[in-house]
């Protein structure tokens, strides 16, 4: 493709984006270059790439534009130009030759122009601008960050390494390692899983062996993390109460050694039917599923009989916005409002499955507090038969735990992990 046909393609896929605001943009631009077969990897990549930087960037280019009207054409020129084009490589590539975008009128130019020698940021940018955040949500980050706000926003906006969970039950990190490196990635051990493996850059490892054999699988380290806090271990009965498509579940089973049991709970049918692919490509063979429906009576029999349960429960994903940077302006402070009596409710309930000295794992993707320790402390007054087991007493390895506290808080800036909370509860009566 020619640079401009890419930017005409980057135009229509940010038109599809914008068009369809309730589904995550990563989902969309799947379904766009599936029916774009003849687009290749080199320049999907690159078609990509424009438009996840005009995702991270979207409240400044809407700033720059002002009262223009924010279309997918004008928000691409201005990316471009406020990365240093000059208008004359802008009126090259909006040429309306063939594939090439239709070329600016007269309106649109003047806008462009305006932008011709500026950079991204500006001084005179309202903060929740400057750091690409909806404004309601500005105050709640200010109070949870403090000083390292801007730090903690800028690692939030910053593409995501490619995080990979080698999974045990089909060979060690060495193998996974060299098998990677036999199809030409480099994967460095991260600094705290002790099955995870880091590629810089977006990387099609889903296309080799190693994937395909289910010796790896994608996992951010923060995420791994939080499987690790739940301390499963072989023979034990553990159940993952929001498992979703079983991401932790793999990894909760593998700790398992494929002994003893996992429920994998969901409320979302399709979500829970895609873990079986993922279970049958990684051999798991002791994990079964339940969809969770409405006054479910699985959770009354089954009472007390779990030594671990894991809610990973449905929350802001505030702490995802490196992979998923359409989703910050997605958030409205409604949803907020609707997730927080929903993740009590979702303790409530998993939290009778819990056997007497047994553990409840509480987790999220938030940074906000009102998710997390909020949630943890509205918990325990409910419920004074659990009592929280402090991070270092729950870090179930020999080397110290990435923070101190009495959770697991992982974020970007401090980590280079996702956004992830974590708090173990132990039922002590
Ligand atoms: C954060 S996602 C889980 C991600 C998954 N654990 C993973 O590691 O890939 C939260 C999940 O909670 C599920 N969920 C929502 N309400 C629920 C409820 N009342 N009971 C159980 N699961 C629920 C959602 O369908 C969603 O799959």
């Not at 709640?140 to 903690?152: D, I, N």
């Not at 998993?350 to 007497?356: F, I, N, P, T």
């Not at 553990?359 to 993707?365: D, E, P």
Request: proline share 7%; net charge positive.
């Amino acid at each position: 493709m020619t640079p401009a046909a890419r930017i005409a393609a980057a135009i229509d896929l940010l038109t599809v984006v914008e068009g369809a605001p309730k589904r995550p943009a990563d989902a969309v631009a799947n379904d766009f270059f599936r029916s774009r077969r003849y687009i290749g990897s080199g320049d999907r990549r690159a078609i990509s790439d424009r438009v996840w930087r005009v995702l991270r960037a979207r409240r400044r280019l809407g700033w720059w534009l002002g009262d223009a009207p924010a279309t997918p054409r004008l928000l691409v020129a201005a990316s471009l130009l406020l990365e240093g084009w000059a208008m004359s490589g802008i009126a090259q590539s909006f040429s309306g030759g063939q594939f090439a975008p239709p070329a600016l009128d007269r309106a649109e130019r003047a806008v462009a122009a305006r932008l011709e020698g500026h950079t991204l940021d500006h001084p005179a940018m309202p903060d929740a601008v400057m750091l690409e955040v909806p404004d309601w949500l500005l105050p709640r980050l200010q109070s949870r960050f403090g000083a390292a706000l801007t730090a903690e926003l800028a690692a939030l906006s910053e593409p995501a390494t490619l995080d990979l969970r080698v999974n045990l039950l089909k060979g060690d990190c060495d193998q996974a390692r060299a098998a990677l490196a036999a199809e030409g990635w480099d994967a460095k051990p991260t600094p705290f899983s002790p099955w995870g493996l880091r590629i810089e850059g977006r990387r099609p490892v889903t296309d080799g062996p190693a994937f395909r054999s289910g010796l790896i699988e994608i996992q951010d380290e923060g995420s791994q993390l939080v499987a690790l806090m739940v301390g499963a271990a072989p023979g034990m009965r553990v159940v993952d109460w929001c498992a979703g498509a079983g991401g932790k579940t793999l990894a909760l089973a593998a700790m398992m050694q494929n002994r003893g049991q996992v429920v994998a709970c969901d409320v979302s049918a399709p979500r829970l039917e895609g873990a079986v692919r993922r279970l049958r490509r990684a051999e798991v063979h002791n994990v079964e599923r339940h969809l969770v429906t409405a006054g479910d009576k699985w959770l009354k029999r089954r009472a007390g009989t779990f030594d671990r349960v894991l809610v990973d429960a449905p929350c802001s994903g505030t702490g995802t916005w490196r992979r998923n940077p359409d989703a910050r302006l997605r958030l409205k402070e409604t949803d907020l409002c609707e997730l927080l009596p929903k993740q009590a409710m979702i303790l409530d309930d998993a939290q009778s499955l819990v056997r007497k000295g047994g553990r409840l794992v509480y987790a999220t993707c938030s940074l906000l507090e009102e998710e997390n320790e909020a949630q943890v402390s509205g918990f325990l007054l409910r419920h004074p038969e659990f009592a929280l087991v402090p991070l270092a007493r729950a870090w179930p390895l020999p080397q110290p735990a990435p923070g101190s506290g009495d959770v697991l808080f992982l974020t970007p800036a401090r980590h280079r992990t996702d956004g992830f909370f974590a708090a173990v509860l132990e039922r002590v009566a």
